[in-house]
């Protein structure tokens, strides 16, 4: 199994929103798969939402200098929008989002929303189920998986 993040700014959290995905990839960029967890959770706890971003005058904490100079170039950029429009293909439009794929055979299922723990090994189940031949639907809502309230 393997975890990755897909970033997806959605327009009505601009500009903050893709200003702290640049941050987060060229955390990322600089410092390994390690630092760019640390930068999403520095962000997630530090951003005021609703697209207000960080609050003003704050800085994330030991910026590097390879990180600097990724924020300044357009890498970045090239890669926010590539995972868009990779979102954008698979269906997603809003966040948060989960994508379960089985890279064996090639099923895949979306959750919409915030998803919890039984909700998830629900879909996990689902979707690695021996003898299933299809999914009732390529895409769920978070709620509709388990009987967990949301």
Not at 13 to 25: C, D, G, T
Not at 69 to 93: F, M, T, W, Y
Request: proline share 7%; charged share 20%.
């Amino acid at each position: 199994m393997s975890w990755q993040w897909h970033h997806l700014p959605l327009a009505m959290h601009e500009p903050a929103a893709s200003a702290e995905a640049r941050l987060v990839e060229c955390i990322g960029e600089a410092g390994g798969p390690a630092a760019f967890w640390q930068a999403v959770d520095w962000v997630y706890a530090n951003t005021r939402g609703d697209g207000q971003g960080l609050p003003e005058g704050l800085r994330y904490p030991d910026l590097t200098p390879a990180a600097q100079q990724c924020l300044a170039s357009d890498r970045p950029d090239a890669v926010i929008h590539a995972q868009v429009e990779e979102a954008v293909k698979n269906g997603v439009s809003a966040t948060p989002a989960l994508q379960l794929r089985d890279r064996e055979t090639g099923k895949a299922l979306l959750l919409h929303g915030s998803v919890e723990g039984d909700a998830l090994l629900s879909a996990l189940d689902l979707l690695t189920a021996s003898g299933t031949t299809g999914l009732p639907s390529k895409e769920m809502p978070a709620d509709s998986v388990g009987d967990m309230p949301r």
